[in-house]
């Protein structure tokens, strides 16, 4: 549903960068998505096609890297994914967890001419 | 050409919220980001606190909707100073408008700040406002299974109010599994169970949460 303002703000990244490289066009633009983000792909698709229109990123292919939700025990300092939202470290038991990956909503790249 | 970006779409955002800490910080405030659901009882929470809180904390309210102002002319009805925040059909308040709101008010005086979030458990979890607390609450009525449903907001929140608790007898309301799966997500959650219709389990908020504020001072 946030969608919306969330794909302007990744246009604006994209723009700043684009224009800092003296870019043309953006032919591509490189996702990242946690799991654990409420973002859905299909969503910030349908709202950038329509707001990057008249842009140098109009037509731009929006390509997204999945990542999984990973934490690591502050215990026992092993690394896990998360399965069904159960935080426990699967080694340790213990509850002191931190979130590494999987909460991300980030421009990696951008694709440029 | 292939250009590096690395930068998080949330950014823009925090760094609003980290300017919004500033504020606060400065100000001597306490700031709590209120999250719910549409009809779990944001606004009776609110009401309640600043009742509990009545001689004890000044409060101020920043009142987040789609539209309207029901909810703020009830609560400064309370005689607190509100200012509403309309965010014309966006579901979440991002930490510009709480930015504004904060620079708008008069807050001489004012101890807690309270924004009531729009109602709604997905989006708000992923905006930043520079709160000192994130609170949710959940109302017996949603249903136990909610943390599955809307794990990021459930995980994310620093307290759960459980609301309603009045209504557990019609239904099959599970405390125990609800307790179980939240503190999977979110071992350190504070959770309190009260009716903001009857006023039960209010007083120990209250009093936990004016400890959380004198703390802070």
């Known amino acids: 549903m946030h969608e919306m303002s969330v794909t302007e703000n990744m246009l604006d990244v994209v723009l700043r960068h684009a224009a800092r490289n003296g870019a043309d066009r953006v032919t591509r633009i490189n996702l990242v998505l946690g799991e654990f983000s409420t973002v859905m792909e299909a969503s910030v698709q349908f709202y950038f096609d329509i707001i990057s229109k008249d842009t140098v990123a109009e037509g731009a292919e929006l390509n997204f890297r999945k990542t999984k939700l990973i934490a690591s025990c502050s215990d026992c300092g092993s690394e896990f994914e998360v399965v069904e939202y159960d935080f426990t470290c699967p080694s340790c038991k213990g509850s002191e967890t931190e979130i590494i990956s999987g909460r991300e909503f980030q421009v990696e790249s951008i694709e440029i001419k | ?217």
């Open chain 2, 1 to 217: 050409m292939e250009i590096e970006v690395l930068e998080g779409v949330f950014d823009a955002n925090e760094i609003i919220a980290k300017e919004n800490r500033a504020l606060i910080e400065d100000g001597g405030l306490f700031m709590m980001n209120l999250m719910a659901s549409p009809g779990a009882g944001k606004t009776s929470f609110i009401m309640r606190t600043i009742k509990g809180l009545e001689g004890k904390v000044s409060v101020a309210v920043i009142e987040g909707d789609i539209a309207g102002k029901v909810d703020s002319e009830r609560i400064a009805g309370a005689g607190v100073p509100t200012i509403q925040i309309n965010t014309g059909g966006s579901c979440h308040l991002e930490a510009k408008q709480v930015n504004t709101a904060l620079n708008r008010m008069d807050l001489s005086g004012v101890e807690l700040v309270i924004v009531e979030n729009v109602g709604n458990l997905v989006c708000p979890a992923e905006f930043k406002l520079g709160e000192d607390l994130k609170v949710m609450i959940l109302s017996v009525a949603e249903g136990d299974d909610k943390p599955l449903k809307y794990p990021l907001m459930f995980s994310e929140s620093h307290v759960l109010i459980v609301n309603k608790i009045d209504l557990i007898p019609h239904t099959d309301f599970d405390m125990e599994r609800l307790e179980e799966t939240v503190r999977k997500m979110n071992p350190h959650v504070e959770i309190f169970k009260l009716s903001c219709r009857t006023g039960e389990g209010i007083e120990c908020w209250i009093d936990w949460l004016e400890k959380r504020i004198r703390e802070k001072q």
